[in-house]
């Protein structure tokens, strides 16, 4: 639809092609098809400027957006040194990203899956960039001496949420999202790091050990409002993100009540209902939930020691390993 045909134009196209349907259900419908329309003029839009008629008479509805196919960004040791990866989400074409022999991690996927945020030590310490989904256009957003890290996207797209060291100790910061404006919004003597948005953008979870071990917290993104979620689950807890519909974190941790051994945890978004989905001695964590909230991805060294790339339905059953290489791939994350 042409950017200079108004939605009250199309309503009156619509209601004399439409006068036989109910107005509630003709606006719905006019509305509908405004919204899923591409802005660009169509070979019908140009044809039929300013008739539902015309447009419908073309025989289809404009097609809607082409989807990003479904894949996972990870960290891998596969090249000697530290590089940000993707893959599809069964495991096949990985592809190197970073592609530079500095220290590469941490990817953060934008919520229109188009850049990766992501941590890079080419300019001497770990700094935030943002890099094209292909890998292309690297972009550094932070400058300080001290390290950045653990990149993680606003819901809206405008902010980034990041580790940072430049305090004496790990704060946790937000910038917009090209690097301006970076605002403390943790204040503690203790470390505070590895933030996750909330769908929708109003709180953060991370992770602290200002209590003694290393545990989840959840905060206002002012920094407001600090609250302990878990209590005694870990010696080290780190939260891996919220469900898609906000309702559960998952969590990665070192369970302090089973000999160190390395779990995943589901928890209600106020702390509640702690239920372990999987562990082995030799480690799961890193988790990451899936678009549609149906997987969680995550890595192990269960089968060799090494960490590697797995996924499994949401309660914890039917992992299946997605990596299989001699060194390691951990932290993954889906592209939305």
């Known amino acids: 639809m042409p950017n200079a045909i108004g939605l009250e134009a199309w309503e009156r196209a619509a209601d004399q092609a439409m006068s036989e349907i109910p107005r509630t259900e003709r606006y719905m419908s006019v ?9 660009a003029p169509t070979l019908c839009a140009r044809a ?9 008479a073309c025989g289809e509805d404009i097609a809607a957006p082409q989807r990003h196919p479904p894949q996972i960004a990870f960290d891998s040791f596969r090249d000697g040194n530290w590089e940000v990866y993707v893959m599809n989400e069964d495991g096949s074409a990985p592809t190197n990203l970073t592609n530079h022999p500095a220290i590469e991690s941490g990817p953060a996927w934008s ?18 960039y943002v890099m094209n989904a292909d890998g292309s256009a690297p972009i550094r957003l932070t400058t300080n001496a001290a390290n950045d890290y653990y990149p993680a996207w606003s819901p809206d ?11 004496g100790n790990d704060e946790i910061y937000i910038m917009n999202v090209d690097g301006s404006a970076p605002t403390r919004v943790t204040t503690n003597t203790a470390d505070d790091l590895a933030p996750a948005w ?32 878990a209590s005694n ?10 469900s898609p519909d906000g309702r559960q974190i998952v969590v990665g941790a070192n369970d302090v009540r089973f000999s160190g051994e390395g ?12 239920a372990k989905i999987a562990g082995t001695v030799s480690g799961d964590g890193a988790p990451a939930w899936s678009p549609d909230g149906k997987k969680i991805a995550f ?26 290489n001699l060194m390691s791939d951990i932290y993954p994350k889906w592209r939305p």
């Open 157 to 167: 797209g405008n902010r980034i949420a990041f580790s940072s060291y430049r305090d």
């Open 198 to 229: 909330s769908p929708d953008g109003q709180k953060i979870a991370f992770t602290s050990d200002r209590d003694g071990t290393r545990e989840i917290y959840v905060m206002n993104v002012d920094g407001s409002a600090q609250t302990r979620l």
């Open 111 to 128: 919520p229109d899956g188009k850049r990766i945020a992501f941590s890079s030590s080419r300019d001497g310490d770990a700094e935030i």
């Open 299 to 324: 890595s192990s060294g269960r089968d060799r020691g090494e960490g590697e790339i797995y996924v499994m339905n949401a309660n914890g059953t039917s992992p299946v390993r997605l990596t299989n």
């Open 31 to 39: 509305l509908r098809r405004y919204h899923s329309t591409h802005p």
């Open 48 to 56: 039929f400027p300013l008739t539902l008629l015309g447009f419908l």
């Open 233 to 242: 689950l870990a010696t080290t807890a780190v939260a891996g993100g919220w």
């Open 263 to 274: 779990g995943i945890y589901i928890m209600n978004a106020d702390g509640s209902a702690q």
